[in-house]
């Protein structure tokens, strides 16, 4: 028999327990926030940024380092402290590690340009340490790997600033794709270990999803060289690196639709937790197909960028965050809300109009980024009404955490 011996926690807020708590309330009200700003300035011309700092720039800065950032770091600081068995940041250190993140998302409309740099440099900085540093303790250096993704968007965003404060010409888009395939590097490591897992739990029957070490290698191997390619291209504009990039993306697409047969089992669209995480693995296939494209018939590259973004990134973290609030807050993931469904489709939507309608009917382009936008603001509205209690109030198995 088992004794738990650990106090119930008696107080009314949580914010401060673990890293997914402030950082997923953080991204879910940015994502309402910072997508509203952007439908002010793109449609109604508001003049919130500096003359230097141009609309286009800060709407692919802040939905990176502002939106995913917080998401990763809710994730992997809560992950970090599974995995080791170690303390990760809390309390008062961690809101104020927030803190530094929401500093750096405000500081740009004051035109404190270097500021900014400084503050999201150090939030990214002190950030790559808490995860570092319980991983070191424990010795368990095969996690070293995320961390050294997360470091690497620190000379990104340095990069981008350097750019953007005209001290190099090329920083701002080298900064910008080092950072966003950073950022999908990390989401294809986190989903290859938990997608899987995830699933043959949740399908209701026994089940093994099925991974393959040469497509896990092979894979990675691709996605470096693509990424780096790409890079070369968006930012010096170099026609042979544009070629073996699309060249790259085309590859990648057959391995990654193997392992999305692998993993399949027809109940997991039963579940709405994990039907989610596979479509959104989906449209990361196909931001590799449709950035093919753009070199073989020329298409806008930006269609290929917003099915990574909003279909792969926004749908998988959307996903992340509201299985990982339920399962730490002593939640049924199993039992999720009801309104998830109608939030997942509703950014589904936003993903297949911004992609396909913005593609295959230009003539109406202003009118489908105003509704992808406007879909995309209604789902983490109706996500947070219900998410941000949970992630605010205590656990209701009343434990710390």
Partial sequence: MIINLEKPYTGKYALDHL???????????????????????????WLLLPSNYPATVWHGHEMIFGYAVAVAAGFLLTAVKNWTNRPTISQQPLLILALLWFLARVLPFTGLLSVAAVVDTAFLLWLTYEMAHPIIKAQQWKQMALVGKVALLIPA????????????TEGVQVGLYAAFYTILALIFTMGR???????????????????????????????????????????????TAHFI?????????????????????????????????????????????????????????????????IGGIGMMTIGMMARV?????????????????????????????????VWLVPEFYGEWILTAQLLWITAFTVFMWHYAPILIKPRIDGRYG
């Fill in 19 to 45: 890293g997914f708590r402030p950082f997923f309330l953080a991204a879910g009200l940015f994502a309402i926030l910072g997508m509203v700003l952007w439908l002010g300035i793109y449609h109604f011309k």
């Fill in 157 to 168: 965003n340095i990069a981008f600033y350097l750019g953007l404060l005209g001290y190099w």
């Fill in 193 to 239: 270990r938990v997608i899987p897992f995830f699933i043959e739990r949740g399908v209701g029957c026994p089940f093994e999803a099925k991974n393959d070490v040469w497509v896990d290698r092979f894979s990675l191997i691709l996605f470096l060289g693509f990424a780096v390619a790409d890079v070369i291209a968006m930012a010096f504009g170099h026609a």
């Fill in 325 to 357: 609030a339920l399962g730490h807050t002593g939640r049924n993931v199993a039992e999720p809300p009801t309104s998830l469904i109608l939030v997942f489709l509703v950014l589904f939507s936003a993903a297949f109009i911004r992609v396909w309608n």
């Fill in 245 to 309: 990039a699309g060249l790259l993306a085309l590859a990648q697409v057959p391995l990654h639709a193997f392992r999305m047969v692998g993993w399949y089992h027809p109940n997991l669209w039963e579940k709405t937790l994990l039907w989610v995480l596979y479509l959104a693995y989906g449209w990361l296939v196909l931001g590799f197909f449709l950035k093919f494209l753009a070199v073989a018939v020329s298409i806008s590259p930006w269609i290929a960028l917003h099915a990574f973004a």
